[in-house]
């Protein structure tokens, strides 16, 4: 069958809508027979994606690529594993993506991770820096200042620190610092949120962590962060208040208001209440 694609199709992909709607019947080939052809390459493609490469590849990049692995399979395959039949049919509905819908299960947050597609969309929301710079201004710094910041968005603390890191960091160390701060940010979600949660829910709270601080419960002089915020008391069901509100409270850059960190909320936002995983 050849069946060809002019640019990738998936997470953070050009997503020609003649390119979304060829992966889109293929996938519906293969057995995911409730997802939508329209085009739209929204979280239900994307999670389709991301399930039929987990019976085929190691490591799932949620990406159909033009000369990939996942296209070549999909031209060739004729159905999915059952167990990948089942995922699909409990994961995916058949309204279109343009309406998304949050039906995921309530878990212990305990036993929740940043999934593959909320680890890859909080890379684009940060973007690689090699070498330190401001994240006020965005522009390079050669000695510390406050909120110099280096890689996907890591804070450096203070000048010994920045003494290591400010001739530049590889590729892989960026990666490293990645995994870590994200890492922190879950142990602070999972530390402070008493609740339940869905899979999108705990990602858009580890997005907002990983940006404000996890902080910390009773004591006074570290007022900032996750721990200490109205919007966990709402969220644990400790008080009442508008969630979205609150939220979106945290749109300041070292105590300037922040177009761009607003957009960022909504986007978090976005994730927590409809579990739509996509840049503004």
């Known amino acids: ?88 049919d409990s994961r995916l509905t058949s309204t279109s993506e343009s309406q998304p819908s949050n039906t995921q299960d309530v878990i212990n947050v305990a036993n929740l991770t940043l999934s593959v597609i909320g680890a890859r969309l909080l890379e684009s929301l940060e973007s690689l820096r090699l070498t330190p710079y401001d994240d006020q201004t965005q522009q390079r710094v050669s000695t510390y200042v406050a909120g110099a910041t280096i890689g996907y968005g890591h804070l450096i603390t203070n000048k010994a620190e920045f003494d290591r890191l400010k001739n530049g960091i590889t590729q892989s160390q960026a990666d490293v610092l990645f995994r870590q701060d994200h890492a922190f940010a879950e142990q602070g979600v999972k530390r402070y949120v008493k609740v339940n949660l869905t899979q999108n829910q705990y990602d858009a709270l580890v997005y907002l962590t990983y940006n404000i601080g996890a902080g910390t419960q009773g004591n006074p002089s570290k007022k900032k962060g996750l721990a200490p915020s109205k919007l966990l008391k709402i969220i644990n069901g400790e008080e009442e208040g508008d969630l979205d509100a609150q939220w979106r409270s945290y749109s300041h850059s070292q105590g300037r208001f922040s177009r761009g960190v607003l957009n960022r909320r909504n986007c978090e936002l976005n994730i927590y209440n409809n579990g739509v995983y996509a840049k503004w």
Not at 32 to 43: K, M, Q, R, S, W
Not at 61 to 70: A, K
């Open 1 to 88: 069958m050849n069946i060809r694609i002019r640019n990738d199709v998936g997470l953070n992909a050009i997503n020609e809508r003649e390119d979304v709607m060829t992966i889109q019947r293929l996938l519906t080939q293969n057995g995911f027979t409730n997802l939508a052809i329209d085009g739209f390459c929204g979280p239900k493609t994307i999670r389709a994606i991301f399930s039929y490469q987990q019976n085929i590849m190691r490591n799932p990049d949620s990406v159909v690529s033009v000369n990939g692995e996942t296209l070549f399979s999909l031209r060739t395959s004729h159905g999915v594993r059952q167990a990948q039949q089942r995922d699909n």
